[in-house]
């Protein structure tokens, strides 16, 4: 692939720190390629992006995403591997919040995300841990594309133990960043790319957030663009939901109570799972009527239903093979809600 | 005039012969050893100087020489000292009797004459037997131990002057009886009863199917759930120890001197816990004198590793051969020892560092990242050899009127009895003695599958994210619970209980 010396110049461009200083040297000259002579280190860069399979959209490019044009202040370049359609998809929904995700959030995630996915839409999301993960991970489990934005150079994963799954999204959907190649995470640029995600996507949905999450300003910037901030409420005790109930009395955040506010306010039709009936026998139903409660330990199941244990790893097994009841941590069984 | 009295010395817990060669010479009054004695062989000439004085003999005032025959093998150990010190009482014709040639001599000498315990009686009786030997003296302190060999000879003693009597014919004096074995294995002694554990049903009847299947356990749980309590019933339900098998862990406790010489025998299975510091010669064996390990000293019993994640990552990974094979080698400078480990690996951890992951009524502290990097700690290779994974939780069961029965350790034994001996006629003429111990090929022949079992297996594998490495474990597992079941064939029942023993292999760790 070649490219233009207009180009060239905006991958130079890149390499500098600080959004307002590239900015300034943009808007200084008419045209890029006008800022520099030399591009020995565009083509140096370019040979290192050709190696590892990754290339550029430049804003001064015909496919560079109209939703990113938009904002006050766009990328300049975005450096991807995958498939570059989806940066103009009207399918995209961002969904982030808190890295250390609690139980709560994983539950809505499970329930959420392939709710989302049914109805079309494609998760857009920031590749962190915790909800990020669950996120894209969940895409990837049902097949759909996704779109991870990170804040570093493409030849490089963060957080590492993600590295398989930038790997895999890169070959089904789509990994972008601002930043050029050996770019390391730094801290300021998590804010920046943040910008990205909520411009790209038709709306930010957000599970759970303590209150110093970086997905506020995921939050914030959805506002400011002018895309819907859906957020969960969540116990007021809870360290985890801090900031999105905060975003809720600040922004009116649309309280979300089932996956259909999201669907529907972004003008999806929703499509319910299909729902199969299952009969099932004496002993499982007497299980499911005992867990209807909450989540209980084996041992707790085990007095209440007196059955031997043999039996009645059997049932639980067959509940969880059904869909119907699934393990947590610590041995204890909760049924699946079926929002 | 040259003696020649023999002794036997150790190499892990086999045995060679080592012939002692005393001469006295003319020239100045000396002492010398030869044959690569180490310094505590060295030293036995005082002990043996004083011993022969104190018990009132005569001490050549000559150049004695001592070789230890064979003389490129180096030797170690105190138990030489009643060899010589015999040697330099016949050289100097203080006994004038031949019957001396007959007997492996063992013991060590105290200044005033008198005869103190060694270590290794028992592999060292047994090695001399294999080579034909069958009269023995050695200390009476070690008496207990020798006495459970039978068809053999064994004369001990507590002082030298006693020997001396007996080897001149002065004193006639009877040979050991032997022990019976049975009479003191009944006596069951264990200070720990599995009525005492306190709800945990499920893991109960966890460690009932591990121990049945003589498969590996890993316990994960909170601080204070009593993991710690739960292992140390697992030998309580362990089918007692054969003979052979007390033999085979005496043998190993004799050598690294910790047997108690009151009982001679080992007669409940080892329970070892080294602690998260021990280091990978402690675990597996070494040191100068090469000695047993955590592990060969946990043989035939149960190894359990308290707060799994804690030990080194290096000392966990060794522990991947003796698991497969159930040997330990130990590699020193000059020889290399195999000594055998064929134990139960109990383990405990807990869910997380802060150890309230999961947890219904405490706040998890920890970031994913110190979560993923303390499960991580255990490799792949090593979770491989876990067949079962459970996890347990601190639940109140106060309020629970009990409908599952609190059952004594004998209650499960007798069950766990059962299964084995199913085992042990399916395994008959094969290496396998469990279910764990089952080849692939053996896998494929008595795990086969119905079409249900088939189907369910498959279905878990796809609707619980089980991992594929879990497959083999899990039939493992289910053979062992059909065994319990006493059922020929495993039926899918079994299969689903097996799947809910494989914690580790959920990806909610993630």
Known sequence: MTYSNDQKALIMLSTLEGYNLRRKRFESVDRPCELYDDYTVADNMIAKMEKSGVKVITIIDEDYPESLKEIYDPPYTLYYQGDKSLLCSKDLLAVVGTRRVSAYGKNIMQNFAPAFIRSGFKIISGLARGVDSIGHKISLENNSPTVAVVANGLDICYPPENADMQRRIAQTGLVISEYPMGAKPLQFHFPERNRIISALSQGVFIPEAGDRSGSLITADYAIEQGRELFVVLGSIFSQQSVGCNKKIRELQAIITLTPEDVIDVLGKTVRKNDAKIIQLDFASQAIIDILKDGALHFDEILQKSSMNIADLSGILTQLEILGLIRKLQGNNFEIIPLI | ?510
């Open chain 2, 1 to 510: 005039m040259l003696a020649k009295t023999k002794s036997y010395a150790l190499n892990g817990v086999e045995g060679y012969e080592v012939a002692i060669e005393v001469d006295l010479n003319a020239g100045l009054p000396a002492y010398d050893t030869v044959g690569l004695a180490d310094t505590a062989i060295k030293e036995s000439k005082e002990r043996v100087r004083s011993a022969i004085k104190n018990s009132l003999f005569t001490y050549p005032i000559r150049k004695i020489t001592i070789n230890l025959a064979p003389a490129d093998t180096k030797k170690e150990g105190s138990h030489f000292d009643l060899a010589i010190a015999l040697g330099i009482l016949i050289a100097n014709e203080e006994i004038e009797s031949d019957s001396y040639k007959d007997y492996i001599i063992l013991g060590e000498l105290s200044l005033d004459g008198s005869i103190n315990s060694i270590r290794g009686v028992m592999p060292l009786i047994i090695s001399a037997i294999q080579n034909g030997h069958s009269k023995f003296i050695i200390p009476s302190k070690n008496a207990k131990e020798a006495s459970y060999i039978s068809g053999i000879e064994v004369y001990a003693f507590d002082k030298l002057a006693q020997v001396v009597d007996f080897l001149t014919g002065k004193n006639e004096v009877q040979p050991l009886k032997t022990s019976e074995f049975v009479s003191i294995a009944n006596s069951n002694k264990y200070s720990v009863d599995f009525s005492e554990v306190k709800g945990q049903y499920v893991a109960k009847r966890a460690l009932e199917i591990a121990v049945a299947g003589g498969h590996n356990v890993l316990m994960i749980g909170p601080p204070g759930a009593g993991k710690t309590m739960m292992a140390k019933c697992v030998p309580t339900i362990m089918p007692d120890m054969t003979f052979e098998e007390a033999i085979e862990v005496t043998k190993i406790h004799s050598v690294a001197g910790i047997l108690d010489d009151s009982v001679g025998i080992v007669v409940n299975r080892p329970f070892r816990t080294p602690h998260h510091t021990a280091t990978v010669p402690a675990l597996m064996g070494g040191g100068a004198n090469a000695r047993p390990g955590e592990i060969s000293l946990a043989h035939n019993g149960v190894l359990f590793l308290d707060e799994m994640p804690e030990y080194q990552r290096r000392t966990l990974e060794t522990l991947r051969q003796p698991l497969e094979d159930g040997t330990a080698v130990v590699s020193r400078a000059k020889r290399t020892l195999e000594y055998p480990a064929r134990f139960m690996l109990v383990a405990s951890m807990n869910p997380c560092p802060c150890g309230n992951l999961g947890s219904k009524t405490q706040q998890c502290k920890c970031t994913p990242s110190e979560i993923h990097r303390y499960i991580s700690k255990l490799s792949g290779p090593l979770l491989d050899r876990i067949d079962l994974q459970i996890e347990v939780d601190s639940i109140s069961y106060d309020d629970f009127r009990s409908s599952v029965p609190n059952e004594s350790s004998e209650a499960v034994k007798s069950r766990v009895e059962k299964a084995r001996a199913i085992q042990r006629k399916r395994y008959a003429g094969s290496k396998t003695k469990t279910n764990d111990e089952m080849t692939n090929a053996q896998v494929k022949t008595y795990c086969a599958l119905d079409k249900t079992g088939e189907s369910l297996l498959k279905n878990a594998f796809t609707k619980l994210n089980l991992t594929a490495r879990a497959s083999t474990r899990v039939l493992k597992v289910a053979r062992t619970i059909a065994d319990l079941d006493a059922s020929e064939n495993i039926l899918s029942k079994h299969v689903a209980e097996a799947i809910q023993y494989r914690s580790l292999d959920r990806k909610y760790w993630d």
